[in-house]
């Protein structure tokens, strides 16, 4: 009998520590399902700027500054910009900075996650008059 009860008592208590554990706490937002969601409001920003477009985008992180400025690639070359902008989003203000580096210069937009995300630069374009000699050719000298 005395080792009927340990045996049962043995049984009770490995069979407690067998059972799943709790449930973790819920986290997050809650809401009806039957409810629309708005839509997330997107960052308005007002920018005027005018001068060099290499200093366009220091003075656009001075309004926005999730933007990560990072260095032009390139050969930089002046290039006057103007811009006047109310009530606009940050995708809107790089892209006029952008169409205004017309033949010279693009403007260059990463949100990719895993590289940081919102970054931005000045690419210069090279000029077609400057070609290069290829590694086939030979130069005069």
Same mark, same amino acid.
């Given at each position: ?10 049984? $009770? ?5 067998? +059972?799943?554990?709790? &449930?973790?706490? &819920? ?10 969601? $708005?839509?997330?409001?997107k =960052? ?6 005018? %001068? =060099?477009?290499? !200093?366009?985008?220091?003075? $656009? ?6 933007i =990560?400025?990072m260095?032009?690639? !390139?050969? &930089? ?9 109310? %009530? ?5 203000? $790089? ?6 580096? %017309?033949?010279?210069? =693009? ?23 400057? +070609? ?10």
């Amino acid at each position: 009998m005395r080792y009927t009860t340990v045996f049962l008592t043995a049984c $009770l208590l490995a069979g407690c520590s067998g +059972s799943p554990p709790k &449930p973790p706490m &819920p986290e997050g937002e809650y809401r009806p399902i039957n409810r629309s969601v $708005l839509p997330a409001k997107k =960052d308005v920003l007002d920018f005027t700027y005018e %001068g =060099d477009i290499l !200093g366009a985008l220091p003075a $656009l992180k001075e309004v926005a500054p999730q933007i =990560d400025v990072m260095p032009s690639l !390139g050969r &930089p070359s002046p290039l006057l910009v103007r811009i006047h902008l109310q %009530g606009t989003t940050l995708e809107n203000a $790089l892209r006029a900075i952008g169409e205004q580096g %017309g033949d010279v210069a =693009d403007v260059v937009w990463s949100t990719t996650r895993h590289q940081g995300g919102n970054q931005a630069f000045v690419r210069f374009r090279t000029s077609n008059t400057e +070609s290069q000699p290829s590694t086939n050719q030979r130069v005069a000298e």
